[in-house]
Each structure stands twice: as structure tokens, then as C-alpha cells.
């Protein structure tokens, strides 16, 4: 079992910068993925990046390259997301959730474990 939690949600005007936590703790392994979702009031839970925990690859929707940023703490267990350029339509709640092995997983089916989201709101 992996747990996350997350944290650095909160409200920020448009243009703005957030960097959310997730920290991992229990069966932690140095070959699983950690992926950030993002899900706004009535819609689908979406893909927004992933890093590969041992390789350090990682990967983007295009709906955020160049504005987010992914990156890890191995001594912490911890994943940031680093969120720039908010837009009000980046406003959701986020999610960071793991998975055993490495690779590209942009379902939410591929994800066991989920943190229990953070809310993320952009003013314009």
C-alpha cells in the first residue's frame, strides 16, 4: 500500500503561481510512477503529467506544457507540481496518485492509490 497526501492548494488570480505537494509514504519503490490529475465541477478526472520515479521521465498534456512543471524529492518521497501562468480554467481539484512500474499512464484506471485532492482556484 501507498499513501499520498497532498497539499499547496488555495486561490491565486489569473497569471499566478502555485506548487502543490504530494508526499508518499508506506510500500514506497524506487520503480513507480507518479501522476497528477486534475478534475473541475462536472467533469472528467484528467491526465495533466507523470514522472517515472527512478528515470526521472516524465510527461505532459499538452493543455499545461510550458506552464507546469513536475519534479521529485527522493529523500522526501515527496512530487511537486509546479504550476505557473494559472489560467481560471485551471481550476479544479488536483489529485497526485502512484503505481507500481514505470512508463507513460494517463488513466485514472491505471493509478491504485490517490491522494485526497487539493483545490486549486484561479480569479480572473
Known amino acids: 500500500q501507498v499513501q499520498l497526501v497532498e497539499s499547496g492548494g488555495g486561490l491565486v488570480q489569473a497569471g499566478g503561481s502555485l506548487r502543490l505537494s504530494c508526499a508518499a509514504s508506506?510500500?514506497?519503490?524506487?520503480?513507480?510512477?507518479m501522476g497528477w490529475f486534475r478534475q473541475a465541477p462536472g467533469k472528467e478526472r484528467d491526465f495533466i503529467l507523470s514522472?517515472?520515479?527512478?528515470?526521472?521521465?516524465?510527461y505532459y498534456a499538452d493543455s499545461v506544457k510550458g506552464r507546469f512543471t513536475i519534479s521529485r524529492d527522493n529523500a522526501k518521497n515527496t512530487v511537486y507540481l509546479q504550476m505557473n501562468s494559472l489560467k481560471p480554467e485551471d481550476t479544479a481539484v488536483y489529485y497526485c496518485?502512484?503505481?507500481?512500474?514505470?512508463?507513460?499512464?494517463?488513466?485514472?484506471?491505471?493509478?491504485?492509490?490517490w491522494g485526497q485532492g487539493t483545490q486549486v482556484t484561479v480569479s480572473s
Open positions: 514522472i517515472n520515479w527512478s528515470t526521472g521521465s516524465t
Open positions: 496518485a502512484a503505481r507500481y512500474g514505470g512508463g507513460y499512464f494517463s488513466r485514472t484506471t491505471s493509478y491504485p492509490y
Open positions: 508506506g510500500r514506497t519503490s524506487s520503480t513507480y510512477t
